[in-house]
Every structure is written in C-alpha cells, then in structure tokens.
C-alpha cells in the first residue's frame, strides 16, 4: 500500500513557532506510517494580498494531493473553530477526502458560544444574542456543519483537555485522533 497523505489543519501556522509544530506532527505522523503535510511546507514570496491568496492556492493544492485530512478544531478568536480550519474542512469533504479532528477544548459549543456572549455583553436572558438570534444547541462539538463533516467519528472531534497556554501546542489529542485516523484507514 502507498503511503498515506495527511493534511494536518488548524490554527498552529499563526504560532511564533508554527514551523517546529509542524515538524512534531510529521515526526508523529511518521510513526503511524503516514506523511504529514502541513500548511506552511509551500515557500511563498510575496506580501499582502498577493501573498495570501497565494497561500490560499498552495493549501488547496496540498489538500488535493493528501489522502485525508486531520483537522485542530480547538475553539480559535472566538467560541468556534479557526475559520481557515473550517474552510479546508469543507473544502477536504467536496474533495471526497475523509475528516478526522481534534480539540483541546472538550467544552460543548453551546456553552462556549453563551459563555463567549456573556463576556461581550451580548447574551440576552432569553437565550439569545443581542441580535435576538438562537444560539445552536445541538449537543455538538462544534457547528453543526463542522460536526457533519467528520469521518467515522460519531460526529464528534477526539477530545483532549489542555490548560489554555498549551491549548495549541499540546498535541495528545492530535497523535489519539491520529491513530484514530490510520486505523479507520487501515494505514501501515
């Protein structure tokens, strides 16, 4: 059997030290007989505008040459996951390719949502947003496209649990989700 490719997702790449992240993902990657590919192993030149649509162009060009995609689901700027993340999960699934994820925030996405609102002040006693917008409530992890994304997963990312300054560098719940991964694809 070839080798399999594994889009590694998430919110890492805007770490100070996103690169060494990287590496010790494919280094576990390599352990479970897949080859990581993550998003910054295109070099780029350019700025700006210029810039990001190129890296834009470059992860969708390695999403089409990996096998399935393993994705950071930990809530990033907000109660839900990186919005990018979001994006290569959609875009990941259109392609076929199977999803698997992670978070390292076990918290329920409605709780995380109300939570998020109630710092803002914009949490209305009925339940709702400032806006008088419901809040999702569907027991998911996640929203409830993100949730339906998944493969073979019951609908739910492997859930870890990291203190909030290791929540992005923490990587148990990626190497579970992993081996999660291979075995569903009977890699190795």
Do not use: W
């Not at 998003?39 to 190129?54: F, I, N, S």
């Not at 992860?59 to 399935?68: A, D």
């Not at 996405?109 to 006693?125: K, M, N, W």
């Not at 947003?129 to 990312?157: C, K, R, V, W």
């Amino acid at each position: 059997m070839a080798i399999q490719h594994a889009y590694l997702a998430g919110p890492e790449v805007f770490l100070p030290n996103a690169a060494e992240i990287g590496r010790a993902k494919k280094r576990l990657c390599e352990q479970y007989g897949v080859a990581g590919v993550f998003p910054l192993d295109t070099v780029l030149k350019g700025q700006g505008r210029e810039l990001g649509l190129a890296i834009s162009a470059a992860n969708e060009q390695l999403m089409r040459g990996s096998h399935f995609i393993i994705a950071n689901m930990t809530p990033f700027r907000g109660p839900s996951t990186d919005v990018g993340t979001a994006y290569e999960m959609g875009f990941a699934r259109a392609l076929g390719l199977p999803v698997f994820a992670y978070t390292n925030d076990p918290t329920r996405f409605e709780q995380r949502t109300q939570q998020f609102l109630s710092r803002l002040g914009e949490l209305d006693p009925d339940g709702t947003d400032a806006h008088h917008m419901s809040i999702e409530a569907f027991e998911l992890s996640d929203n409830l496209m993100l949730a339906g994304a998944l493969t073979e997963q019951d609908y739910e990312p492997t859930h870890g649990q990291a203190e909030l300054v290791h929540r992005f560098v923490d990587l148990h719940a990626f190497e579970r989700c992993l081996a999660r991964a291979a075995n569903h694809l009977q890699v190795k």
